[in-house]
T-cell receptor, first 117, second 110 residues
Framework: GAVVSQHPSRVICKSGTSVKIECRSL??????MFWYRQFPKQSLMLMAT?????????EQGVEKDKFLINHASLTLSTLTVTSAHPEDSSFYIC?????????????FGQGTRLTVV | QKEVEQDPGPLSVPEGAIVSLNCTYS??????FMWYRQYSRKGPELLMY????GNKEDGRFTAQVDKSSKYISLFIRDSQPSDSATYLC??????????FGSGTQLTVLP
């Protein structure tokens, strides 16, 4: 069964509003969470990395005040797109990582398609 | 120059064909190599995971890594229409962040 639950899968919002995306790790403790953005016909671009209980690290060009990340527990991380604009319309994907060894590159959420109108 | 280059396709093959997908990279620190399959509007699904150079086989899928040439490949034997998807290569060094290729869109025609 699924080990990562991301929702909503699709959301349409008005320009200027905020949208919260949740990502839950179901079978393991996610000490690290990666958030990606994917534009049509393009690859996944890392937006930010968060570690449980600490502030997220944002990639160059990603506004930390616009994309708020909360990783307060080992099973839940949220990404809030604040004051959304049409150019924020994209496919957002989370990817949790556990703290132990082994291959944890397997785990991705099912993605959230955000459309800002 | 991008760190990871991948031919975006699209690639269209008849059912039963052997498919070859490739990526090249420039960062010699990369040592973990992955191939993902992504269906439309879904998250990536891990297909193959390889550490360092060599071959790895899993069913109809074979992954090859040639670190000396900075070149990785994914082969799909006896391709099926259900294999139609976008295939992404990804890799990393000792850090946990993955660097993805741009993806190759594959269509297997029945």
């Amino acid at each position: 069964g699924a080990v990562v639950s991301q929702h909503p899968s699709r959301v349409i919002c008005k320009s200027g509003t905020s949208v919260k995306i949740e990502c839950r790790s179901l079978d393991f403790q996610a000490t690290t969470m990666f958030w990606y953005r994917q534009f049509p016909k393009q690859s996944l671009m890392l937006m930010a990395t968060s570690n449980e209980g600490s502030k997220a690290t944002y990639e160059q060009g990603v506004e930390k005040d616009k994309f708020l990340i909360n990783h307060a527990s080992l099973t839940l991380s949220t990404l809030t797109v604040t004051s959304a604009h049409p150019e924020d319309s994209s496919f957002y994907i989370c990817s949790p990582r556990g703290g132990g060894g082994g291959n944890t590159e397997a785990f991705f959420g099912q993605g959230t398609r955000l459309t800002v109108v | 120059q991008k760190e990871v280059e991948q031919d975006p396709g699209p690639l269209s093959v008849p059912e039963g064909a052997i498919v070859s997908l490739n990526c090249t990279y420039s960062n010699s620190a990369f040592q973990y190599f992955m191939w993902y399959r992504q269906y439309s509007r879904k998250g990536p699904e891990l297909l193959m995971y390889t550490y360092s150079s060599g071959n790895k086989e899993d069913g109809r899928f074979t992954a090859q890594v040639d670190k000396s040439s900075k070149y990785i490949s994914l082969f799909i034997r006896d391709s099926q229409p259900s294999d139609s998807a976008t295939y992404l290569c990804a890799m990393r060094g000792s850090a946990r962040q993955l660097t993805f290729g741009s993806g190759t869109q594959l269509t297997v025609l029945p």
